[in-house]
């Protein structure tokens, strides 16, 4: 109905911000199938079946959010790990338990970490280098 007002959630944001991850070709993160059918939605979130392994998944699966509840708070972490709150009072401004707050900490660093360029391309410049090491012992 035109002229209708809609409120918008984060939980709304988020979900549709997941549905646009695999909109336009997804592909089975099992077998990298594409012959893939719509298999109707799990809170909000379209799902997926490969013909080939049969196997169902949506745009999460495979990736640091897969499994993770809370989704109407994920954006709002967002924020509170970029201005580097603690744990704990992430969890209390976001009304979540604090070792929610700490797995979602772990998932969402994770993901930077393991996406590493194999190579540079251009001029780069390096002011410091840090090796992991131990002396221990």
């Given at each position: 109905?035109?002229?209708?007002?809609?409120?918008?959630?984060?939980?709304?944001?988020?979900v549709s911000t997941v549905n646009?991850?695999?909109?336009?070709?997804?592909?089975?993160?099992?077998?990298?199938?594409?012959?893939?059918?719509?298999w109707g939605q799990s809170q909000g979130i379209q799902r997926f079946r490969c013909k080939g392994c049969r196997k169902t998944f949506n745009a999460l699966t495979g990736t640091p959010l897969a499994r993770l509840h809370h989704r109407e708070a994920w954006s709002a972490y967002g924020e509170a790990l970029r201005d580097g709150l603690s744990v704990r009072k992430a969890a209390e401004k976001r009304g979540v338990h604090y070792t929610t707050t700490f797995r979602w900490r772990h998932r969402w660093l994770a993901a930077?970490?393991?996406?590493?360029?194999?190579?540079?391309?251009?001029?780069?410049?390096?002011?410091?280098?840090?090796?992991?090491?131990?002396?221990?012992?």
């Open positions: 109905m035109v002229g209708t007002l809609t409120q918008t959630t984060a939980l709304d944001e988020v646009a991850r695999v909109a336009d070709a997804p592909r089975c993160p099992h077998c990298q199938g594409d012959a893939i059918q719509k930077p970490r393991d996406q590493k360029d194999a190579t540079f391309t251009g001029i780069v410049e390096a002011d410091e280098t840090f090796f992991l090491e131990s002396h221990k012992g």
